[in-house]
């Protein structure tokens, strides 16, 4: 009888572990799914003076835990803008919205619902931190892009790369047009006339094809030294402009010089080499400003560290948000839920939170899925192994049972 009942333990026990391989295997694909490994225990009998002796025979075997795997599996390159693996410790926290509960996962399949949320396969939020104008993070919460337009931004600060011609003749001219935004987004045109006075001099004058100009420097001379570069000690004008029909004055500071401070606190302005005088044609090179006109989202992307930004028709790009990694102390005491999603216990002890590529968290590979660590080479040779010794408590079975139809006959 006794070894019958430890036949039967066997046949429970590989039963199960034939099921675990059988997930394992048909999880081979699920995206960073974790395989199931089966730990087994042996029973031992009582001793009839109530202690387990040495001399003990076994009372067969039991799973004592099926627990996972969690080696990290292979990153696999997607190309979807969305998609996120986690290269070391951490899981993406999401948030079930309809219920309020917070699950863990390394399933990084995300996409933008229609209200702008970043969601799970399933439908959960996944959660970040805002980042403001500053850089400064917020408050945890759903990760969210608006597909509001972006404000348009005011020019404050315009350069122009250009050479004068050291050959021009005096009273010669040469203009430049620089495109800059008010407040409302509205481009205007700023000209800049230069006119040669005398050798290595030149003035300039400033005009708009909107409103009035007023130029801080008010002897606006540009003088060059025989290298042709311009003197130093020039400062950055400074050109307002008022009179634009619903926006606000501007003021826009013409980048020449870069200033310097020595240790007393005295500040000198040196020649940035954006103007010079050569002996070529006057030629307008390069010229750049930092505002720009409303625009509307374009594309969204998320970088190795989770931060989310927004490319804007208007070519801005804005900081939005910050992914968020939660890790723990003890893998093992997660509860699985469907969905490769986890849940945080006693066991596995509190959820500590932060940015992905600091203190113990991983970075994070984007347009890239984390694969299943199931090896199926090694789980065929583990169902092989199970089977056999299925079989064989099965044999154990057969035989005993031969032996007690052997015993009921004497």
């Not at 122009?160 to 001219?173: M, V, W």
């Not at 205007?188 to 094809?209: C, F, G, Q």
Request: charged share 15%; aromatic share 8%.
């Amino acid at each position: 009888m006794q070894s019958l009942n430890s036949s039967v333990t066997g046949l429970n026990a590989f039963s199960k572990e034939i099921s675990v391989i059988a997930n394992n295997v048909s999880n081979s694909e699920t995206t960073s799914y974790k395989s199931g490994d089966v730990s087994f225990s042996d029973i031992l009998s009582a001793s009839l003076t109530g202690a387990s002796g040495t001399s003990s025979i076994g009372a067969g075997v039991s799973v004592a835990d099926v627990g996972e795997s969690w080696t990290q599996g292979s990153i696999a390159s997607t190309g979807t803008s969305t998609d996120l693996a986690i290269n070391g410790s951490g899981f993406f926290i999401v948030k079930d919205d309809s219920t309020g509960s917070t699950y863990y996962t390394r399933d990084g399949a995300f996409s933008f619902d229609d209200s702008g949320t970043l969601v799970t396969s399933s439908g959960e939020s996944v959660q970040g931190y805002p980042v403001d104008s500053s850089g400064n993070l917020g408050t945890l919460s759903d990760v969210t892009v608006s597909y509001a337009a972006s404000p348009a931004k005011a020019t404050t600060e315009m350069s122009t790369t250009l050479n004068l011609n050291s050959a021009a003749s005096t009273g010669d001219t040469y203009s430049s047009d620089t495109t800059v935004y008010d407040s409302l987004g509205t481009s205007h045109t700023l000209t800049i006339t230069y006119t040669k006075t005398a050798d290595n001099t030149w003035t300039y004058a400033v005009t708009s094809s909107d409103g009035t100009v007023t130029n801080s420097d008010t002897d606006p001379t540009l003088s060059f030294n025989s290298d042709g570069t311009l003197v130093s000690g020039e400062s950055n004008p400074v050109f307002t402009i008022t009179g634009l029909t619903g926006a606000s004055d501007m003021a826009v500071t013409w980048d020449i010089s870069d200033a310097s401070t020595d240790s007393s606190g005295n500040t000198t302005y040196l020649t940035n080499g954006n103007l010079t005088q050569y002996s070529r044609t006057s030629a307008l090179t390069d010229s750049s400003q930092d505002g720009y006109t409303s625009g509307e989202l374009s594309s969204v992307a998320i970088d190795k560290t989770g931060l989310v930004t927004g490319t804007y028709s208007n070519g801005a790009v804005t900081n939005l948000f910050q992914v968020a990694l939660a890790d723990f102390n003890d893998y093992s005491g997660l509860s699985k839920v469907d969905g490769s999603l986890y849940s945080a216990t006693n066991a596995s002890g509190t959820a500590i939170v932060g940015i992905p590529g600091t203190s113990r968290f991983g970075s994070l590979s984007p347009e890239s899925l984390e694969s299943s660590n199931v090896d199926l080479s090694t789980e065929l040779a583990s169902l092989i192994t199970a089977q056999r010794a299925y079989q064989a408590n099965a044999k154990v079975f057969s035989a005993s049972d031969e032996i007690l139809q052997t015993l009921i006959k004497m």
